[in-house]
Nanobody
């Protein structure tokens, strides 16, 4: 079955770094766009970053531009989110997703989320 398993979250001080990983299985990873959303307490889920299936195109939300970097390794079926210069407002549960449109049908899968807490 399809699985997206996030790891790498935790508690970090402001200005610190974390790298999130999302290991995928059960589908053809290299044909799916991948990305990360986050949801802070009391707020709606927001898109953080995405990467095309080939890895050739990336997008970032304005609050994380210049601090976060998304990448993928299609040989390892894994997508990463390198987070630098973390701020308290980056505190949220981070969710990995996989998305593909095929003949008018949307295929979308989600991970269970990993908590990131930025606090001194």
């Amino acid at each position: 079955q399809v699985q997206l398993v996030e790891s790498g979250g935790g508690l970090v001080q402001p200005g610190g770094s974390l790298r999130l990983s999302c290991a995928a299985s059960g589908f053809t990873f290299s044909t799916y766009a991948m990305g990360w959303y986050r949801q802070a307490p009391g707020k709606e889920r927001e898109l953080v970053s995405s990467i095309a299936s080939s890895g050739g195109r990336t997008n970032y939300a304005d609050p994380v531009k210049g601090r976060f970097a998304i990448s993928r390794d299609n040989a390892k079926n894994t997508v990463y989110l390198q987070m630098n210069s973390l701020k308290p407002e980056d505190t949220a549960v981070y969710y990995c997703y996989a998305r593909r449109y095929s003949t008018g049908t949307l295929y979308e899968y989600w991970g269970q989320g990993t908590q990131v807490t930025v606090s001194s």
